[in-house]
Nanobody, 127 residues
Framework: QVQLVESGGGLVQAGGSLRLSCAAS????????IGWFRQAPGKERDFVGA????????YYAESLKGRFTISRDNAKGTVFLQMNSLKPEDTAVYFC????????????????????WGQGTQVTVSS
């Protein structure tokens, strides 16, 4: 079990940027595949992107490519979500989670592939 903690959320105007962080309580995330998801009120939890254990490969929801970038600190394993050109429709609670299997096993992007969900961090984008 890994206890994940998200940080970096807040209120930003449309067109602005935020960088979210995902870290583990009591251990490094090095060697783990980590995904980002987001959920707006009354809506499903949707896949944002993920990064493999080494930081070599990242995957994104098609609609977010070019605006969102996932990276990681290979020493600590901390995972970052850089969000640029934010839009009001990006408003949601953003979660990170651990993928139970590497992408070399399968490439499912659904929530059922993930566990150890953090509590989430609120991102609000105003017009």
């Amino acid at each position: 079990q890994v206890q994940l903690v998200e940080s970096g959320g807040g209120l930003v105007q449309a067109g602005g940027s935020l960088r979210l962080s995902c870290a583990a309580s009591g251990r490094t995330l090095r060697g783990l595949t980590i995904g980002w998801f987001r959920q707006a009120p009354g809506k499903e939890r949707d896949f944002v992107g993920a990064i493999d254990w080494s930081g070599t490969s990242a995957y994104y929801a098609e609609s977010l490519k070019g605006r969102f970038t996932i990276s990681r600190d290979n020493a600590k394993g901390t995972v970052f979500l850089q969000m640029n050109s934010l839009k009001p429709e990006d408003t949601a609670v953003y979660f990170c989670a651990r993928r139970m299997t590497p992408f070399t096993t399968d490439q499912s992007m659904g929530v059922m592939s993930y566990t150890d969900w953090g509590q989430g961090t609120q991102v609000t984008v105003s017009s």
